[in-house]
């Protein structure tokens, strides 16, 4: 199996069935941890030194910290409803409480913090939406924590893919930290495919091969992008979303495109 392919396990105590630390990882800044929470079930913890993001994928929740709570906030009970979800930004350093309210799918986007930001609930009309590309290449934006918005490190994104359509493409990277040309962002890839039981690739590779892995992704699954191209397709018949998690030295999207397919944007 490909070390950059996460597969989720059964939900534990705390209905965690992903868990990415930078630990596992083998990088130093993106943690990505995925709930699936029944109702009146339970979260109680503490973002440390890290700030993070809640994004709730699917169902309603409340959520507490210190002196803010959100009651019942939650709109989207299915991801492929494509409307935008619900978030909370927490900084590093303060308690948390999630009570899921319907059955819920909570991810957890974490990244170091500097404690520069208050809580603050980010709503489904605060979230910017857009399409890219054209053709077989057209996919759906949502930008749930883009650079424009207030945080230490954390970028946060939606992006759904038709049937049959590529994504991430033409195949581009951002692993270098030379601004203005290039940032160096880690990168998680959360994978759902609908209908379910369907599958999309993804491929992360090098300009020199040392890194060229080649992933069959199921409904679920995780991919890791350290550094290198990761182009994202999916089959006909099937329509692929994925939650991407970045974060590095410094909060700015800038990436570069594969030399060899450039050309993709010049016809």
């Known amino acids: 199996m490909s070390s950059l392919l996460v597969r989720p396990h059964a939900p534990d105590d705390q209905g965690i069935v992903l868990d990415i630390t930078p630990e596992s990882a083998g990088w130093e800044h993106v943690g990505f941890r995925l709930h699936k929470l029944s109702p009146g079930q339970t979260i109680e913890a503490h973002t440390g030194g890290r700030e993070h993001c809640l994004v709730l994928v699917s169902g309603r929740a409340t959520v507490s910290c210190g002196d803010h709570q959100w009651e019942n906030i939650g709109e989207r009970m299915d991801v492929f409803e494509k409307v935008p979800p619900y978030a909370v ?61 207030p945080a230490d490190s954390l970028l946060v994104v939606e992006v759904y893919t038709p049937a049959g359509n590529w994504s991430s493409y033409p195949p581009h990277k951002h692993d270098q930290d030379n601004l203005p040309h290039e940032s160096r962002l880690e990168e998680t890839y959360y994978h759902r495919v609908s209908p379910s039981q369907g599958f999309a690739f993804q491929r992360v590779y090098t300009d020199d091969r040392s890194l060229d892995e080649s992933m069959a992704v199921d409904d679920g699954n995780v991919v890791l992008v350290p550094y290198g191209y990761h182009p994202a397709g999916v089959p006909h018949g099937y329509e692929l979303y994925y939650l991407n998690v970045m974060a590095g030295p410094k909060r700015v999207w800038k990436f570069n495109n ?7 944007l010049e016809t």
């Open 89 to 149: 930004y927490l900084p590093d350093g303060v308690s948390y409480h999630v009570e899921a309210t319907t059955e819920l799918e909570l991810a957890v986007c974490s990244a170091p913090g500097q404690g520069n930001h208050e809580p603050r609930l980010i709503s489904p009309e605060q979230i910017k939406r857009s399409t890219r590309g054209v053709g077989s290449n057209t996919r759906h934006i949502q930008d749930v924590l883009p650079e424009t918005e």
């Open 258 to 264: 594969d030399p060899d397919h450039q050309w993709l």
